[in-house]
C-alpha cells in the first residue's frame, strides 16, 4: 500500500508565496519513481503543473515558469513545489503524482486559494 499525503496548501494573497509538500510512505522505493504535481481548477481538467524524474531534471506548464520550482529529498521521501508571485488563476487542488513503468499514485489533494 501507498500513501501519497500533500500540506501546505492555503489561502494566500496574490503575489505571495507557498511551498507544498508531498510525502510518500508504504511500500515504495521512492528514488525510483518521476514525481509531479498537477492541478484542477472547477470545471476543468486536471493538467500537469511540474514534474521532476529521477535524476533531477525538471520540466514546467509554461504558465508557471519562473514562478514556480519543484525538488525532491529522496532520504525523506518528499517532493515539494515552492510557490511564489501567486496569481488568482493558480486557485486549484493540486494533486501530487508518483508514476514508475506504468504503476502510478495519486494524492488527495491539497487546496490552493490565491484571492485578496
Known amino acids: 500500500q501507498v500513501q501519497l499525503v500533500e500540506s501546505g496548501g492555503g489561502l494566500v494573497q496574490p503575489g505571495g508565496s507557498l511551498r507544498l509538500s508531498c510525502a510518500a510512505s508504504?511500500?515504495?522505493?521512492?528514488?525510483?519513481?518521476?514525481m509531479a504535481w498537477y492541478r484542477q481548477a472547477p470545471g476543468t481538467q486536471r493538467e500537469l503543473v511540474a514534474r521532476?524524474?529521477?535524476?533531477?531534471?525538471?520540466n514546467y506548464a509554461d504558465s508557471v515558469k519562473g514562478r514556480f520550482t519543484i525538488s525532491r529529498d529522496n532520504a525523506k521521501n518528499t517532493v515539494y513545489l515552492q510557490m511564489n508571485s501567486l496569481k488568482p488563476e493558480d486557485t486549484a487542488v493540486y494533486y501530487c503524482n508518483a508514476i514508475f513503468r506504468g504503476r502510478q499514485y495519486w494524492g488527495q489533494g491539497t487546496q490552493v486559494t490565491v484571492s485578496s
Open positions: 508504504g511500500t515504495i522505493n521512492f528514488s525510483i519513481y518521476t
Open positions: 521532476i524524474n529521477t535524476s533531477g531534471w525538471t
